[in-house]
C-alpha cells in the first residue's frame, strides 16, 4: 500500500488556490476539499466585515481541515496556511505537502477585486501579506510556485512539484506554539 498523498494548495487570498487546487485534483484523481468550507460561520461574518481572523479563530478552522485531511488516501485541500504554526499544525495530518503560490500584492488586489460573491474582500488583502511567514528553506515538503502565470502553467508546475516533493509523516513533535497541538 502507497501511503497517503495530501497536499494543502496554500497563499493569500488571490493566489488562485481554489483554481489550481481543482485542477490539481482532478488531473491526479484525489479528492478536492475548499478549505473555506471548514470555516465557522463566525469566522466567515468575520472576514466579511473586514477584520483579519486571530489565531484562537483559526484554531477550529485548522482543527476541522486537519481532520478532514485524515480522513482522506488522497486529498488536495486550500488553506492560506499563512504561517508557520499553521502549516505545522497541518502536518500533523500526516504525509502532507505544500504548493505555495505566490504572487504580488498588486496583483493580489486586482484578483480579489474582480471576485463576486466572496466574503474575503479588497481590505483584507494587506493583512495577508502582514501574517505571511514565508515558507523557510528547512520546510523541505514546501514548493514555491510562481502563480503570477494562467492557470495551466500554474497547474504544470504544481504537478511538476509533486513529483519531487517529499510528504513528511506526522509531525511527532508537540509544537511551540501555545494553543496549537491538540487538533489532530
Excluded at 5 to 34: D, I, P, W
Excluded at 78 to 89: G, I, M, N, V
Excluded at 118 to 141: I, K, Y
Aim: charged share 25%.
Amino acid at each position: 500500500m502507497t501511503s497517503p498523498r495530501r497536499v494543502v494548495v496554500m497563499g493569500v487570498a488571490g493566489s488562485g488556490k481554489s483554481t489550481v487546487a481543482r485542477v490539481v485534483a482532478q488531473r491526479h484523481g484525489y479528492r478536492f476539499l475548499e478549505g473555506d468550507d471548514f470555516h465557522p460561520a463566525a469566522n466567515v461574518a468575520k472576514m466579511a466585515a473586514g477584520q483579519p481572523l486571530t489565531d484562537d479563530d483559526r484554531r477550529p478552522w485548522l482543527a476541522a481541515l486537519c481532520q478532514a485531511m485524515r480522513a482522506e488516501q488522497d486529498v488536495v485541500v486550500t488553506c492560506s496556511a499563512l504561517k508557520r504554526r499553521y502549516r505545522d499544525e497541518l502536518r500533523r495530518a500526516e504525509y502532507v505537502c505544500f504548493l505555495y503560490l505566490v504572487i504580488s500584492p498588486q496583483t493580489a488586489l486586482r484578483r480579489v477585486a474582480a471576485r463576486h460573491g466572496h466574503f474575503m474582500g479588497r481590505s483584507m488583502v494587506a493583512s495577508q501579506f502582514e501574517a505571511l511567514e514565508v515558507p523557510g528553506p528547512d520546510e523541505t515538503d514546501v514548493a514555491a510556485i510562481d502563480a503570477e502565470q494562467d492557470v495551466s502553467s500554474v497547474a504544470n508546475d504544481a504537478d511538476r512539484a509533486l513529483e519531487t516533493l517529499q510528504p513528511l509523516p506526522r509531525l511527532n513533535r508537540p509544537t511551540a506554539h501555545e494553543g496549537f497541538g491538540d487538533c489532530c
